[in-house]
T-cell receptor
Framework: GAVVSQHPSRVICKSGTSVKIECRSL??????MFWYRQFPKKSLMLMAT?????????EQGVEKDKFLINHASLTLSTLTVTSAHPEDSSFYIC????????????????FGPGTRLTVT | DQQVKQNSPSLSVQEGRISILNCDYT??????FLWYKKYPAEGPTFLIS?????DKNEDGRFTVFLNKSAKHLSLHIVPSQPGDSAVYFC????????????FGTGTRLQVTL
């Protein structure tokens, strides 16, 4: 099946520093990728839609200057948490829709394994 | 505003029996629904989906039922197995939103021996 990878799987950083998280589609191309955030025991909250070749689309309430998204190629999107603060500590997950599988539907997104960010 | 709701945060079922996970939605524009399974510290894994033009979709032990008039869907797992223990999220999408998914709050399923 389709595989999406994320790197790093976990990262600890100091308050005020920036952290970059990579999301890669390993065996298919993705013109669109999505970035989610999950708080403990909560739902996945969509943060933004990453678009290859154009600017990301952010959901209401998500600071685009704080969460920088770059869709560098058809297989790579990056999320940079700038000037991180402890409240940014969370589980960040990316996903990509893939139509290439037999009978696959664009709504059937494939998720990366997630990145646990801890800001001290 | 939680447009997709899973009112049961947890469910415990004995191995071999049926697990029924429920999901309600409020936005009538949603036309595609999915169920994902998630283990701790991992990304969700796609399980099964259903289009709004259908009321049932079956894949092995998993069946999803959709009641559009009630804005309700359910996931049936039968027979339940210990390996099914995980958090299950339902998600919804609508045509024209570039595959954007709105997730429910999740139900933790525990399948006991």
């Amino acid at each position: 099946g389709a595989v999406v990878s994320q790197h790093p799987s976990r990262v600890i950083c100091k308050s005020g520093t920036s952290v970059k998280i990579e999301c890669r589609s390993l065996d298919f191309q993705a013109t669109t990728m999505f970035w989610y955030r999950q708080f403990p025991k909560k739902s996945l909250m969509l943060m933004a839609t990453s678009n290859e070749g154009s600017k990301a689309t952010y959901e209401q309430g998500v600071e685009k200057d704080k969460f920088l998204i770059n869709h560098a190629s058809l297989t790579l999107s990056t999320l940079t948490v700038t000037s991180a603060h402890p409240e940014d500590s969370s589980f960040y997950i990316c996903s990509a829709p893939h139509m290439g599988l037999a009978g696959g539907h664009t709504y059937e997104q494939y998720f990366g394994p997630g990145t646990r960010l801890t800001v001290t | 505003d939680q447009q997709v709701k899973q009112n049961s945060p947890s469910l415990s079922v004995q191995e071999g029996r049926i697990s029924i996970l429920n999901c309600d939605y409020t936005n009538s524009m949603f036309d595609y629904f999915l169920w994902y399974k998630k283990y701790p510290a991992e990304g969700p894994t796609f399980l099964i989906s259903i289009s709004s033009i259908k009321d049932k979709n079956e894949d092995g032990r998993f069946t999803v039922f959709l009641n559009k008039s009630a804005k309700h869907l359910s996931l049936h797992i039968v027979p339940s197995q210990p390996g099914d223990s995980a958090v299950y999220f339902c998600a919804a999408s609508m045509t024209g939103t570039a595959s954007k998914l709105t997730f429910g709050t999740g139900t933790r399923l525990q399948v006991t021996l």
